[in-house]
C-alpha cells in the first residue's frame, strides 16, 4: 500500500473525527473528544479497575496498525478515557466491522450510559464515509448482544462459524 493511500485514509479518519465530535456535542451538549486509539488512551484503559474483558489493546492496536483503513476510536471527556473500538472495512466494502470494543469500567465516568451509542454511531458514520452499506460487530459478547438488537442490529454467523451483529446503514 503505498504512502498515498495510508494518507488519504488518514485524511478521512481526521476529517471523521472532527464530524463525530460536531454531531455528539450537537445531540447532546456533551464537548466529547474523539481520536484515534492514541498509546497514551491506550494505556489508560489498560489501567481500568474491574475490567469486563482482559483484551491487550497494545496488542490488538499492534495488529490493526499496518490497515489503511482500520477504524479507530477513543471516547474521553477531559482527558479521561470513556470507551475504545477497533475495526476495518471488508476488502470489497460491503461493511464496517468492529472486532473489539470496550467502555470505561468506572461508574463515575463522564459518559455513563452514552459510550455505546457514540461508539456504534462513530462506526455508522465512518461506515457511510467509506460507502460501506453495512456495520458489524464481531464475536460480541454475549451479554450484550440483546443490547445490540435494541439497536436495531440482528445477529448472524460467517462462513467460518463466527457469531456478528449486523446493521444496515441508511442510505441518503
Known sequence: ???AKHDEYDDIRQAFYEFL???ILHLTGFVVEVSAAEYSLVEQAMDWRNRRYPWDWFEIKRRFR???ARFELAVS???ELCGLMIGKPSRGRRHVSAYFLEGNSDQNHPLKGQVLPI???GLALYGEALGCSYIRLIQPVDGLISRYEQAGF???TDKI????????LKRS
Open 1 to 3: 500500500m503505498t504512502k
Open 77 to 79: 471527556v477531559n482527558g
Open 161 to 168: 462459524h463466527r457469531i456478528y451483529c449486523e446493521k444496515s
Open 154 to 156: 440482528t445477529v448472524a
Open 21 to 23: 465530535h460536531l454531531r
Open 119 to 121: 461508539l456504534l454511531d
Open 66 to 68: 499496518n490497515i489503511p
